[in-house]
C-alpha cells in the first residue's frame, strides 16, 4: 500500500525559510506528478506547486519567487521537496504533498507549517 510521509514544518518568524519533503514507500507505478498544497480551517485545499515527471514546475502566484518545488528519482522513494524562502504569515497552513499516477492520487497526511510575525 502506497503511503506519503511529509515532513519539515515548524514554526519560523516571518523571512524566514523552511524546507518539506515527502516521500511515497511501496511505489510501484510510475508517477506522472507530485505536487504541493495547502489548506487552512475552513478554506478548501489549495495548489501551492507541482512537478511533472518532466521537470515541468508550475506556482501558485502567491508563492511564485519565493517556493521551488523539487524532486529527487536517484532512489525508489521518489522525493519531492518544496524550498520555501521569505515565509509570510499567510503561508501559515497544513501542507500536503501528492502524488499523481495515470490511474490514482495520493496523499500525505500534511505537516504544520506557521509563520509568526
Known amino acids: 500500500q502506497v503511503q506519503l510521509q511529509a515532513s519539515g514544518g515548524g514554526l519560523v518568524q516571518a523571512g524566514g525559510y523552511l524546507r518539506l519533503s515527502c516521500t511515497a514507500s511501496?511505489?510501484?507505478?510510475?508517477?506522472?506528478?507530485m505536487g504541493w498544497y495547502r489548506q487552512v480551517p475552513g478554506k478548501q485545499r489549495e495548489l501551492v506547486a507541482t512537478?511533472?515527471?518532466?521537470?515541468?514546475?508550475?506556482?501558485a502566484d502567491s508563492v511564485k519567487g519565493r517556493f521551488t518545488i523539487s524532486r529527487d528519482n536517484a532512489n525508489a522513494r521518489n522525493t519531492v521537496y518544496l524550498q520555501m524562502n521569505s515565509l509570510k504569515p499567510e503561508d501559515t497552513a497544513v501542507y500536503y504533498c501528492?502524488?499523481?499516477?495515470?490511474?490514482?492520487?495520493?496523499w500525505g497526511r500534511g505537516t504544520q507549517v506557521t509563520v509568526s510575525s
Open positions: 511501496a511505489m510501484t507505478v510510475n508517477i506522472n506528478a
Open positions: 501528492k502524488y499523481s499516477t495515470t490511474r490514482n492520487n495520493y
Open positions: 512537478i511533472t515527471s518532466g521537470g515541468s514546475t508550475n506556482y
